[in-house]
């Protein structure tokens, strides 16, 4: 699996080779994963696919991707 | 795209045919994926692939559900 937009080279086994980007555009987003640390890749990684079938890697330290995920979290209490 | 271990039957375009599981071994979690609302599924769904490939769907009302992302959120924070 290869996240579009980053680095070809990843460090280990990660998919996200840098950073990330800080935001993206709400509306464009068709789902979020989270990929917990594992063996292969000692950080936890978070992917948006965008409509346009783009991926890309979110920085986690980003207020708009920590911002996503609350807001998901508070849907959740919510349904 | 289909859910192994639910209803084939969608409501809508829903990928979640009922409300999911309630809690899955965390260890034994690869990813997990937040997909927003949107005009073919009305609702917010939270599913999670395991290491054996199998996909789930998560209850997004469930503690353990609620749990999981609060924890992803707080390792984002500490990253």
């Known amino acids: ?26 509306k464009n987003i068709e789902k979020l994963e989270i990929i917990p640390p594992s063996p292969s890749c000692g950080k936890q990684e978070i992917i948006v696919t965008l409509k346009s079938t783009e991926r890309k890697c979110m920085n986690p330290e980003s207020r708009f991707t920590q911002y996503l995920i609350k807001r998901a979290l508070e849907k959740m209490a919510q349904q």
Chains 1, 2 share one sequence.
Not at 8 to 19: E, P, S, T, Y
Request: hydrophobic residues 30%; positive net charge; aromatic residues 8%.
């Open 1 to 26: 699996m290869e996240v579009q937009g980053q680095n070809k080279f990843h460090k280990g086994r990660c998919f996200c080779a840098d950073k990330g980007v800080d935001v993206v555009s709400p």
